[in-house]
């Protein structure tokens, strides 16, 4: 009989517990215990919804206190020498890799293939020396065995773990670290096939890249010695595309299952067919979009498990997500105020439950057992569909007219530069913020008194302005050259302003986690976006009347309005994009009108949307940097557009990122510390740039001696007119007191630089 199984679950809680858990440790106000006891909770909760949902493939060991891939770099002791002087082991030094600590810069973090989750990036030596430390997975397996639940505890595959990760040591590959690290996985899994594991889950996600030769032969390397350990049964574990290109090479491993993401790429299972199965092989079949909050087509679901059978047999498929369902909300059922029609179009990771029960049973026990499930999947497709919710004549008329649209900015950028500079009066190392200010307890409880309508919208605009004013005359008093409104009246850069756009869906419950704490709440693309009137002029225009100085106007750009949304699934994204791309234009042009001299249009997301395989980078990159022209180009030589980046690597799309041609790009580059800079570098880009010179997702505040030095590396390689100082990314997150502190040093360690002759070497070391 086919089994359900998941692959992972949302790690939060329903109401984002872990978050508040977590919060309250940092800042002191509970103990390592109490948080021992909240995240404990909060796995059983996980387990036991899934047991009661039917599923019995539960997986275990895909819970973190911050991110699983900074805990399998723990748990194998890949701990750099910086973070040795905490405790071995404790918290302390585990939250300090994450985060940073006094006098410690944490790891560096970037984007998890293609998702809004960020992963620490593993920190590697040449001469590395992996051992098994505390086994976090056998605990979390013996754990739930003591609730009386059999879990499959899930590993990040040796390859994929290798990979993900970089060597301090220049020109030495992470996969030349194989044979070092094969032991303390071969030591892992024969821990958990003593304890009785009988299946591991090992995620081998590299398995949908372009993988060289020498890739798949680390793959071969790693399995064939792990299949000689004593360790349990196996499932690779992919997702996020097709592994076409890397099928034989996943057939031939010793494993004995593996899962394939059906969501993204259906055609795999008429490869699979041509290719041939290997008898007694477990086929895990994604069928239920992992990624995605829409409710699942049953029907065109339950023929793809059927196929599945046939090539491998029924008693050998799996019925899954394509992915993990920690991309997914928790529970719709929490959105009591959500009209009943659009909650009926939606499944978050709890309903998703129930649609692999179901189609577990369509597939043993025949389409009729199922019936009434099918006839209510399709009516709520063809309900949605039908709904007059998708569908705006004006934003047609407007696509239409897309080809007639001047998409280049009027002049080149040496031009425009001059002008601006002439208008804007800055000097050399100009500093600016990326754009929010701390949003404070005060902040928090301000919007949400009138949300609830305990305060009046008088009341409220009055605290904003308060707000606002307050800042820029702290702005002024640090001596920052461009300056930001702050969004105080903002809750996320993206729902804010699908807050204000026609064809989004909001709801209260629906986050996502996407760093440690962090989360975001993504609104839900359902039909047409238009721009029903301005949406952010009336507070970046008090903002400049209250000083001579420029202040930026802050909007969020098409391509990461996108990604950072779940998508209609009735158009092509870049159709949906070009949508997004004409709101902002007409937000761009109501801003300059409005005298803005400075306005950003962040596409921190456009390198996360990258296809995972190099063959689709080109169609992508012609239509994300389309849809940035159509948003910026409109405005006049005197106004400066920026736009800001970060948590990526950018050396594979720098002609992109020139064709962008914004005026100012500010990219994070502390925790790299500014190795990020290189493919500018190599590439020449022509345009000024602000490399973050501190990180803001630590509570470490760097000193002055710290950011002169950063910059001086920047002006090595970069042409010190081009640059510009800044953080990393927005401070929202901060508190006041670091962030005055860190911005202080920074105007400092600016100033220090328009005193000293800066040179220009030829790279960074």
């Not at 693309?525 to 029903?532: K, L, M, Q, S, Y």
């Not at 937000?587 to 249009?601: M, N, S």
Request: net charge negative; glycine share 6%; hydrophobic share 40%.
């Amino acid at each position: 009989m086919a089994i359900a199984a998941t692959l992972g679950f949302p790690r939060m809680g329903p109401r984002r517990e872990l978050k508040r858990a977590l919060e309250s440790f940092w800042q002191g106000k509970s103990t390592e215990a109490e948080l021992g006891k909240a995240a404990a909770d909060i796995r059983r909760l996980r387990w036991q919804l899934q047991k009661e949902a039917g599923i019995d493939w539960i997986p275990s060991n895909d819970f973190s206190l911050y991110d699983h891939v900074l805990d399998m770099a723990v748990l194998f002791d890949a701990v750099p020498d910086r973070f040795r002087g905490l405790p071995d082991g404790s918290l302390a030094q585990y939250f300090a890799m994450a985060r940073g600590a006094e006098g410690v810069a944490a790891l560096e973090m970037t984007k998890w293939f293609d998702t809004n989750y960020h992963y620490l990036v593993p920190e590697f030596s040449a001469q590395q020396n992996f051992r098994l430390r505390a086994n976090k997975p056998l605990a979390e397996y013996l754990e739930a065995r003591q609730l009386g639940i059999e879990t499959v505890p899930v590993l990040l595959g040796p390859v994929s773990f290798l990979r993900l990760g970089k060597v301090r040591e220049q020109n030495v590959e992470p996969l030349s670290l194989m044979a070092q690290l094969l032991p303390a996985y071969g030591e892992l899994l024969n821990a958990l096939h003593d304890a009785g594991v009988q299946w591991v889950q090992i995620d081998e996600p590299c398995l949908v890249l372009d993988l060289t030769d020498s890739e798949r032969s680390s793959l071969h390397e790693a399995y064939t010695y792990l299949a000689a350990q004593s360790v349990p049964n196996m499932l690779l574990t992919t997702y996020f595309g097709s592994i076409a290109d890397n099928l034989e090479t996943a057939l031939s491993l010793p494993v004995q299952g593996l899962h394939l993401d059906l969501v993204r790429a259906p055609q795999q299972l008429a490869e699979l067919a041509r290719y041939g199965w290997p008898q007694e092989k477990r086929l895990s079949v994604g069928v239920i979009d992992g990624r995605n909050i829409w409710r699942a087509d049953l029907h065109e679901a339950l023929v793809l498990v059927e196929q599945a059978a046939s090539i491998a047999g029924l008693e050998q498929v799996h019925v899954a997500p394509s992915c993990s369902l920690l991309h997914a909300p928790w529970d719709v059922e929490l959105e009591s105020d959500m009209e009943p029609e659009v909650k009926s179009w939606l499944a978050f990771a709890v309903q998703k439950l129930s649609e692999l029960r179901v189609l577990k049973r369509g597939a043993n026990d025949g389409k009729d057992a199922i019936a009434e499930h099918l006839a209510l999947s399709r009516e709520a497709r063809r309900a949605r569909t039908a709904s007059p919710r998708l569908r705006n004549s004006a934003v047609a008329t407007r696509m239409a007219q897309l080809s007639g649209l001047q998409l280049a900015r009027a002049s080149s950028f040496a031009e425009r530069k001059s002008k601006q500079q002439e208008r804007l009066q800055l000097p050399p190392f100009p500093t600016t913020t990326i754009g929010s200010f701390p949003q404070t307890q005060s902040v928090r409880d301000t919007r949400a008194k009138w949300r609830k309508g305990q305060i009046s919208d008088a009341e409220y605009e009055l605290f904003l302005q308060g707000e606002i004013m307050r800042w820029i005359v702290i702005q002024e008093e640090l001596g920052l050259d461009v300056l930001v409104h702050g969004e105080f009246e903002r809750t996320d850069m993206v729902e804010h302003f699908g807050e204000k756009l026609d064809g989004f869906l909001f709801t209260r419950h629906g986050w996502v986690q996407s760093y440690g704490s962090r989360c975001v709440k993504p609104p839900i693309i359902v039909g047409d976006v238009a721009r029903p009137e301005p949406m952010t002029v009336r507070w970046t225009s008090y903002a400049q009347s209250l000083t001579e100085r420029p202040v930026k106007g802050m909007l969020t750009g098409p391509v990461t309005i996108l990604q950072w949304s779940f998508v209609r699934d009735d158009l092509p994204r870049h159709e949906v994009c070009r949508q997004i791309a004409l709101a902002i234009r007409d937000e761009v042009l109501d801003l300059e009108a409005a005298g803005i001299r400075v306005i950003q249009i962040d596409e921190p997301a456009l390198r996360e949307g990258l296809p995972l395989r190099r063959a689709d980078w080109d169609a992508y990159l012609e239509w994300a940097v389309e849809c940035f022209h159509i948003a910026a180009s409109g405005v006049k030589d005197e106004t400066q557009i920026h736009t800001h980046m970060c948590y990526a690597e950018f050396h594979d799309i720098m002609p992109a990122i020139q064709a962008m041609d914004a005026d100012v790009i500010s990219i994070e580059t502390s925790r790299s510390h500014m190795e990020l800079l290189q493919a500018f570098e190599a590439f020449q880009y022509t345009n000024d740039i602000g490399p973050g010179v501190y990180d803001i997702h630590s509570p470490r505040v760097p000193d002055v001696h710290d950011m002169v030095g950063l910059l001086r590396k920047a002006a090595s390689v970069i042409d010190p007119a081009q640059l510009w100082v800044n953080p990393d990314c927005g401070l929202k997150t901060r508190g006041e007191a670091e962030t005055l502190a860190a911005l202080q040093a920074m105007v400092m360690a600016a100033r220090q630089l328009r005193q000293e002759p800066v040179t220009c070497a030829t790279s960074i070391s």
